[in-house]
């Protein structure tokens, strides 16, 4: 079955919009990260979270992870933040991490 | 610190041909993990390794895929015979404790012809 979902799949902005992306997950977990895999394909680390909300600059991340969802907010959109963000578990009862599917995102200047 | 390196960053090969794909996880970094990245399939675990020994190998699609880690600075993935299919990009991965935040390499990007 899907161990973790992620929506929208698709998502184009102009530049300087904001969005929110999703990612619902199926049990509890102990791990949660959210990732930019940018146009050259670098895995890039946004956010550690498990539980909380965390800012980074214009991101930010939110899990709740009562109700088994996560959000990653981007403000202010630019160019570079083109690409595939994705979202990645690791359930507490689980031996690995799982992936969602993504959400691929383009700025359009 | 230089990150989790992997080699070669991009790899061309003919069907039949052994493939080996290198990494050096994070200075201090107890788990390191292997992953593969296609279209069709996103990206899925092959194997990861804890304190160098190998836990789960599920992922490893058959036999023809095999990983090591003869110490904690070094792990390869080799592929022997390699195949048209096996063409993909494929990411290391290094954690402090194995499931906390996980530290990806560059890939290797992988084309079997």
């Known amino acids: 079955g899907i161990q973790v979902e992620q929506s929208p799949p698709d998502l184009i902005l102009q530049e300087g919009a904001n969005s929110t992306l999703r990612c619902n997950f199926s049990?509890?977990?102990?791990?949660l990260q959210w990732f930019h895999q940018n146009p050259w394909g670098q895995l890039i680390n946004l956010f550690y979270?498990?539980?909380g909300t965390k800012q980074n600059g214009r991101l930010s991340a939110t899990t709740v992870a009562t109700e088994r969802y996560s959000l990653l907010y981007i403000s202010s959109s630019q160019t570079t933040d083109s690409g595939v963000y994705f979202c990645?578990?690791?359930?507490?009862?689980?031996?690995?991490?799982?992936f969602g599917t993504g959400t691929s995102l383009t700025v359009i200047p | 610190d230089a990150g989790v390196i992997q080699s070669p960053r991009h790899e061309v090969t003919e069907m039949g041909q052994e493939v080996t794909l290198r990494c050096k996880p994070i200075?201090?970094?107890?788990?390191l993990f292997w992953y593969r990245q296609t279209m069709m399939r996103g990206l899925e675990l092959l194997i990861y390794?804890?304190?160098?020994?190998?836990?789960?190998d599920s992922g490893m699609p058959e036999d023809r895929f095999s990983a090591k880690m003869p110490n904690a600075s070094f792990s390869t993935l080799k592929i022997q015979p390699s195949e048209p299919r096996d063409s993909a990009v494929y990411f290391c991965?290094?954690?402090?404790?194995?499931?906390?935040?996980?530290?990806f390499g560059p890939g290797t990007r992988l084309t079997v012809l």
């Open positions: 049990d509890s977990v102990n791990n």
């Open positions: 390794f804890n304190n160098n020994v190998p836990i789960d």
């Open positions: 979270i498990p539980s």
């Open positions: 200075s201090g970094h107890n788990s």
């Open positions: 991965a290094s954690t402090g404790q194995v499931w906390n935040e996980q530290f």
């Open positions: 990645a578990v690791h359930y507490s009862t689980g031996n690995q991490f799982y």
